[in-house]
């Protein structure tokens, strides 16, 4: 992503981005981000809050993703 998005140019052609992984914990079994991509390198400000709140991501089109019967592709733009 950075490759590609965050390339030569000025200020004004860059895209910011931000992109996630999001699967079940091997530890809890709760919706987690363990793999992501951003301009500013940085962790997703909700991994901070998921120690104390591991449920964080239960309303999330990942955590309906994992209850349908039969998963599909879900392409997320910008909200």
Not at 4 to 11: K, M, P, V, Y
Not at 26 to 31: C, E, H
Not at 41 to 51: E, F, V
Request: proline residues 5%; glycine residues 4%; hydrophobic residues 35%.
């Amino acid at each position: 992503m950075e490759a590609h998005f965050g390339g030569d140019g000025t200020l004004d052609d860059r895209i910011d981005f931000e992109v996630t992984f999001m699967t079940k914990s091997y530890k809890d079994d709760k919706i987690t981000i363990p793999a992501w991509a951003n301009r500013d390198n940085r962790a997703p400000i909700s991994m901070l809050l998921r120690d104390e709140r591991p449920d964080i991501y239960d309303d999330t089109i990942t955590a309906q993703v994992y209850k349908e019967a039969r998963p599909i592709c879900h392409i997320i733009e910008n909200r």
